[in-house]
């Protein structure tokens, strides 16, 4: 099995896991979508250094291109335009009678959710290795401190999780924070109150097939939103958010998602951004999910993804090679691990096993933070999460964070300097395990890519 069909299964166990014992009935059908919005389709590479060079011809303009808009219905857009404030999600938990534990050869997510629960009467003092691997979030009740193990600190976990790492932080305090830079998402239904993001949105819509269950906060949106402009996790905390809620048409099964009705928010997103200034465009789609030939509504996607290009939206998701020929893969990090020294990052933990045996190598790709992520969470407009194990989701609106930076210092910017630059730029580290010593890289360095574009 290639890492491709290893990473579809391992995500579609974790959506199916987390219907089963985290999302109440009503959420249940609609959570189990997320095996869909974390599905990243690899491909099994050798492991040399990239040679990425910047393009020598002249760049495309990004002014929007002549594009169909015979499917448009333009009406004029007031903003902010917040067409529902959806309610917070409750895991309907209770109190843990044992700790679960995890097994690192079961390749399950989820083994060591305690997000929502009560610990407060376990003792957990002998438990570090199992907690070093676990999600948790605001709800969470701890044992008292007599009772946690030495070395899990779980506030200094979140707060860790917090940071966005590889030093954007510093670009934060240059003034590098993508305002006025439109960045669309279309995902799960979002919290639109959460005191990350909620300054930030300047469009909240939902797809017709928004219905039953997904009318709830889903955990999936908050997460990625507050990835891209959350104001203390997110990358781009001064970007426009123009969000749109989309369920694929999903029908109980992966079988009847209809990347058709995708398609249809794509291009609504192509008819917001005509109505925005030239000076407040929309420039990146961030979509954490893929799709292949034999998928259902394939060439409407397609054919609407092409139609966003043409308009001078970068469109950043799980398919990303084949639209423009670019590969990413995404990083783990240890828990208290310092998010921005390079030297914390490590591969992933859903593909570590298969790049230490060799199995997958890295090739002209860029490896972007992925594990160890805390979050807005769908609970309450205050509340956070901390996710101890990611997927492709967390690193879209990363990359699509990273681009709005670089689209405020050079207007100009286009994908394919961007991704060009950012691998001329990035860093590679060596990694030690299990006594042998591996090349890791190339990883994107944000500091250094805004530089490089600042100076060119």
């Known amino acids: ?51 990425a060079t910047l393009p020598q011809s002249p760049s495309p303009s990004v002014q929007a291109t002549e594009i169909n808009t015979a499917t448009l219905s333009p009406s004029l857009i007031v903003f902010p335009k917040i067409d529902r404030h959806p309610s917070a999600g409750d895991f309907g938990r209770g ?38 691997y676990a999600d948790f979030d605001d709800k969470t009740i701890w044992p ?19 940071n966005p790492g590889l030093n954007l932080k510093t670009l ?21 109150d959460h005191q990350e993001y909620a300054d930030q949105i300047r469009l909240y819509e939902e797809a017709d097939n928004i219905q039953g269950g997904w009318l709830e906060s889903q955990m999936h949106g908050s997460a990625v939103a507050s990835i891209a402009v959350g104001k203390t996790v997110g990358v781009a905390p001064e970007a426009d958010l123009y969000f749109i809620a989309n369920s694929l048409c999903y029908q109980g099964t992966q079988e009847s998602v209809d990347f058709s009705c995708l398609a249809k928010s794509v291009r609504r ?12 465009k929309i420039r990146v789609l961030s979509m954490s999910i893929g799709w292949e030939p034999k998928s259902k509504g394939y060439d409407e996607i397609q054919s609407a993804v092409q139609d966003a290009r043409k308009a001078g939206i970068f469109i950043i998701c799980s398919s990303e090679s084949d639209i423009y020929g670019f590969q990413f893969q995404a990083m783990g990090r240890a828990p208290l691990a310092d998010p921005d020294k390079f ?45 101890r194990e990611g997927g492709w989701s967390w690193s879209i609106p990363y990359i699509a964070g990273v681009y709005a930076l670089a689209a405020q210092v050079r207007p100009d910017i286009t994908p394919e300097v961007f991704w060009s630059t950012a691998s001329q730029t990035g860093r590679t580290i060596e990694i030690s395990h299990a006594g042998k010593q591996y090349s890791f890289g190339v990883i994107f360095d944000p500091v250094a890519l805004i530089h490089a574009l600042q100076g060119s």
Not at 269 to 280: F, H, K, S, T, V
Not at 364 to 374: A, F
């Open 1 to 51: 099995m290639n890492i491709k069909s290893i990473a579809l299964s391992i995500v579609v166990a974790m959506a199916l896991s987390a219907c089963q014992s985290a999302i109440p009935s009503s959420q249940a059908t609609a959570t189990n979508i997320a095996a869909l919005y974390q599905s990243p389709p690899l491909s099994v590479q050798t492991v040399s250094k990239p040679t």
């Open 172 to 192: 934060h305090g240059e003034g590098i924070t993508g305002k006025n830079i439109g960045i669309a998402i279309i995902d799960q239904t979002l919290l639109v």
């Open 144 to 162: 008292p401190a007599d009772k946690m193990p030495a070395g899990f600190d779980w506030k200094q976990i979140m707060n860790l999780g917090k």
């Open 269 to 280: 997103i192509i008819e917001i951004n005509q109505q925005l200034p030239a000076d407040r």
């Open 343 to 387: 030297e914390s990052y490590e591969p992933g933990l859903f593909w570590a096993k298969d790049f230490f045996e060799g199995q997958t190598g890295l090739q002209n790709t860029l490896l972007v933070p992925m594990d160890s992520r805390t979050t807005a969470s769908p609970t309450g407009a205050s509340d956070y999460v901390f996710y």
């Open 95 to 132: 109190k843990l009678s044992t700790l679960p534990s995890y097994n690192p050869d079961s390749g399950d997510y989820w083994q060591m959710d305690l997000r929502g629960y009560d610990l407060s009467g376990l003792d957990l003092r002998n438990s570090v290795k199992d907690l070093s």
